[in-house]
């Protein structure tokens, strides 16, 4: 990775195309910790520094011989669509240097749902409800637009600045998945998998609908329904030989729903087959109210303002190339209002 101190970078300005607008400029960003890691990068905090405004910025090194590009490129064409649903992390820009891809994504300052089970071990049947529910409308928005995520798990679940979920991390995202198609290949986190994925059978959405069914019972438990295991051979045949555990505090509602995700039989899973909107455990929600953020939220996160954070100097460089150039991939959203 290409890192300068900041102060030298004005030694590179002679390599540097003209100044850019303060969106598309890393000398904009003040950066203030590491918040995690994503497909092929890492995740910083980082502030708009004209509006001191918090954001989350992906930075994903360029590999020789352009090799992640087309993962990059994907990556950021997908950050465009999410805006257009309410449960996914929006993209607020995307630019580039010599060395890496910088996607400038909204802050959820909740954390992770993962962060949120290690906390709670199991949540509230109410908060389940909530959480699953935005979940099945990020979905199904995804797999209207031929989009699998292939890696849903509590640590690609953000809760955003008012409660809401945010789904992240579309890095190995399969496009063009509309009905009818299938995809070969391994992909996702162990514990997360779906049978047909781990036998390396065609898969479709319904990998997706497995997800959430583990999810929604580790929301419910503290723990996942099956061993984990970076053999994907040994995780099927646990899947296979293991008799699902269900607490008996778990609803009536959620003990018929949970082993409709956790079907085994792709074709017969709920979410694949039916309409997983009108299950009974849903019966308490208005989607129409949900869809417009307007049902209250289990809780909302209290955000530590920008000028309260403290700075760090990663240093970035700040060089362009027309050799390594990503096509088309800078842009900033419209609906962002970054200006002063």
């Not at 590179?12 to 850019?20: C, D, I, P, Q």
């Not at 090799?67 to 950021?76: D, V």
């Not at 129409?288 to 700075?311: C, G, H």
Request: some cysteine; overall charge positive.
């Amino acid at each position: 990775m290409c890192l300068i101190p900041q102060d030298e970078s004005a030694k590179k300005k002679s390599r540097v195309e003209g100044r850019r607008p303060p969106p598309l400029d890393i000398r904009s960003y003040k950066f203030h910790r590491k918040l995690g890691e994503g497909s092929g990068g890492k995740v910083m905090l980082a502030s708009f520094a004209p509006k001191k405004q918090l954001v989350a910025i992906k930075i994903v090194p360029k590999k020789p011989n352009r090799c992640n590009y087309p993962w990059i490129s994907m990556e950021a064409w997908l950050s465009k669509i999410a805006r257009e649903c309410p449960f996914l992390c929006h993209s607020h820009a995307t630019f580039q240097s010599k060395a890496q891809a910088f996607f400038v994504l909204e802050y959820a300052g909740g954390g992770t749902l993962y962060r949120m089970i290690s906390r709670k071990k199991n949540l509230p049947t109410k908060s389940i409800q909530f959480y699953t529910a935005e979940m099945v409308v990020a979905l199904q928005f995804l797999h209207s637009n031929g989009i699998i995520h292939r890696d849903l798990k509590p640590d690609n679940i953000l809760v955003d600045n008012d409660g809401h979920i945010k789904i992240c991390d579309f890095g190995i995202a399969a496009a063009g998945m509309f009905a009818g198609w299938k995809i070969r290949g391994l992909a996702g986190t162990p514990g997360y998998r779906a049978p047909e994925m781990l036998s390396l059978e065609a898969y479709d959405a319904g990998a997706d609908w497995w997800s959430l069914g583990v999810i929604m019972y580790e929301m419910a438990t503290g723990r996942k329904p099956f061993v984990p295991s970076l053999d994907p051979a040994k995780e099927f045949l646990d899947m296979k030989l293991t008799k699902v555990d269900y607490p008996s505090h778990m609803s009536q509602e959620m003990l018929d729903l949970l082993p409709k995700l956790l079907e085994m039989d792709n074709n017969n899973r709920l979410g694949v087959n039916g309409n997983i909107r009108e299950h009974q455990f849903f019966a308490g929600i208005n989607w129409s109210e949900l869809e417009k953020r307007t049902t209250q939220t289990p809780f909302k996160p209290k955000i530590q303002p920008a000028d309260k954070l403290k700075e760090i100097k990663p240093g970035f460089c700040a060089e362009t190339s027309e050799e390594n150039k990503l096509e088309d991939f800078t842009y900033v959203d419209y609906n962002w209002n970054w200006q002063e």
